[in-house]
């Protein structure tokens, strides 16, 4: 396939923009095989007056169209929440325009995607693959304890499709064990290290459901697995992220959980989770709640409630605090699963660890987490990200699992301000780059697809870029906590996400403000050596605008 036979119409003059918030302005329209450019010099011919729109038409989530006579109007909902609105002069100029961006932005071949032909002159080519590795992670574990160890029994991922190549189990076990427990459990995910806790030497599992079935059948290997866990006589709570009566209904299925008997030492709780088309439901019911200007408030507060968002984030923190306290209070081992163990199951674990652990609440500690726990722990971006809000299609595979945690990570960073290093324009910007990315580092569904479609070798990681930009995603407020942090999950205490939500509908004019104030008092206070900047990137001006990664320094199309 080529791009050229997608395209239509690659350049059209005299295209009108309109944005929510922001002036109305007319220029040149040009698409290219991964962006639509837009184009203007509104004052004059001076390069002050000049202003340039690139949108990544992987950013584009639906179109709709508006044909008269004389003009169209194409209406551009972007997966990242923004809506652009272009007028197009001229019946078949707009129906080619948009008939192009259909065509481009439905592309599905991954080596068609942007982050294989991105190639930024401006920015220093180093390799962010190796900045974050399993290996060095938990080799320091296993340094540590004695009782973990690492294993390649998936070194060609020949064991498990979605799990990485090394994964940490404890040493009392060997890779035969490993094997036959795979074949126990959903998608071959046998229970691995997750989190180790240094102080109350308890340890954090993920897994898939066991292949229980109807006739209640075991696995020898599978509970030697789990028993060795528990080795010295310690206890530990299977924390399965479905209600009782979906796992027996998973049950009758194939799946299940773990029964008692068989699994001495470990206790079961359930903490249902949505995940899927109902999590989808409710991101879009959100999305279109908060795009509706025409909203009385006691309309808007009804449809906030129907859209269950805030129930879902309130029931996500609070599973975490649970499997949190499994490990901090009550001293006891982990094993955390649902039913796949790659959506539901990432996000209890990862919130998990940065309420426990001050260092996945540094910059650099985040990015290590999502590295672990989401990347190369299985989370298929690919499927779920696939689509966004503003998408007419509700496929059964697509989720926002990973803008739920986020959102959790706000409400963590909205109650306790000083106890996390980075700012709220991190998480908009990890948003962004989870749906629509010139980087390659949230493509594909696992690590097996992206050694397949040679993604490390052929695009480039996103934490570079984002480290280069290391004082823009800092919080000024940051003193470092090394308690456990533990969040309310009153329904008081969990509110909108208004900076990811709401920026393209109202203006952060004096939120700004308010965060550059901010930024000069913190730099009055310590020297900008060691107190970096306050968070931008948290105003609702034009992002496409901005210094973007598809943007001016990019090699055109």
């Known amino acids: 396939m080529e791009f050229a036979e997608l395209i239509k119409t690659t350049k059209v003059d005299h295209v009108g923009l309109s ?21 203007s010099r509104p004052g004059g011919s001076g390069e002050e007056t000049r202003m340039e729109l690139w949108l990544l038409i992987r950013n584009v989530d639906a179109i709709e169209k508006r044909i008269t006579t004389a003009s169209g109007i194409i209406m551009l909902k972007c997966k990242d929440l923004q809506t652009l609105q272009l007028e197009i002069p001229g019946m078949e100029e707009c129906l080619n325009v948009a008939s192009s ?39 320091q574990i296993a340094l540590e304890t004695g009782a973990w160890r690492l294993s390649c029994v998936n070194e060609d991922f020949g064991v498990c499709p979605t799990y990485p190549s090394v994964m ?70 299977v924390l399965d992220t479905r209600s009782a009566q979906a796992a027996k209904q998973a049950q009758m299925m194939g799946g299940g959980t773990e029964h008692r008997s068989s699994y001495p030492g470990w206790k079961r709780l359930h903490r249902p989770l949505e995940r899927g088309r109902p999590l989808q439901e409710s991101f879009a019911k959100l999305v279109e709640a908060c795009n509706d200007p025409s909203l009385t408030m006691d309309r808007w507060l009804s449809k906030l409630e129907a859209s269950r968002w805030l129930s879902h984030v309130k029931e996500a923190l609070s599973t975490a605090c649970l ?28 919130l998990a660890q940065v309420i426990l652990d001050p260092e996945c609440r540094t910059l650099v500690g985040l990015q290590e987490l999502l590295e672990r726990e989401w990347i190369q722990a299985g989370h298929p971006f690919q499927r779920r990200c696939a689509r966004s ?60 697809e992206r050694k397949l479609f040679e993604v490390k070798e052929k695009t480039l990681s996103l934490w570079p870029w984002l480290n280069g930009k290391r ?3 800092l919080n000024p407020l940051y003193m470092r906590n090394p308690l456990v942090i533990w969040p309310s999950v009153e329904p008081q205490s969990i509110l909108l996400w208004q900076g990811l939500f709401l920026r393209w509908v109202r203006s952060s004019l004096y939120l700004d403000d308010m965060w550059t104030e901010i930024q000069k008092i913190a730099s009055k206070i310590h020297p900008p050596s060691t107190c970096e900047t306050a968070p931008a990137e948290t105003t609702t001006q034009a992002v496409s605008e901005r210094e973007s990664p598809g943007g001016q320094n990019s090699s055109r199309d």
């Open 323 to 350: 499997a949190a306290q499994c490990m901090e209070r009550e001293q006891s081992c982990l094993l955390v699963h649902g039913a796949e163990g790659t959506d539901t199951t990432l996000l209890v674990t990862s």
């Open 168 to 237: 940490v189990v404890p040493t009392a076990v060997d890779d035969g064990v490993l094997r036959k427990s795979a074949c126990f459990r959903q998608g071959r995910r046998f229970p691995v290290l997750s989190y180790y806790h240094r102080r109350n030497r308890t340890a954090m599992l993920r897994s898939g459901q066991p292949l229980v079935g109807p006739n209640r059948k075991q696995c020898h290997e599978d509970e030697q697995l789990l028993s060795a866990v528990l080795e010295g006589g310690g206890r530990g709570f």
């Open 101 to 139: 961006i259909e065509a481009l932005s439905s592309v599905e071949s991954v080596m068609m995607l942007y982050p294989f032909f991105y190639r930024p002159q401006s920015v220093k080519r180093e390799n962010g693959w190796q900045l974050y590795t399993l290996q060095h992670y938990y080799q």
């Open 19 to 39: 944005r929510p918030g922001l002036p109305p302005v007319t220029g040149t329209l040009c698409i290219t095989s991964h962006h639509i450019l837009v184009s």
């Open 471 to 473: 004082q823009t995603y």
């Open 389 to 448: 809000a503003h998408s007419h299609a509700r496929l059964k595979h697509e989720a926002p699992t990973f803008l739920l945690f986020l959102d959790c990570l706000w409400q963590l960073g909205r109650q306790f301000p000083f106890s996390l290093e980075f700012s709220e324009g991190l998480l908009v910007t990890l948003f962004e780059h989870s749906y629509a990315s010139p980087y390659g580092t949230f493509l594909c569904n696992s690590e097996k």
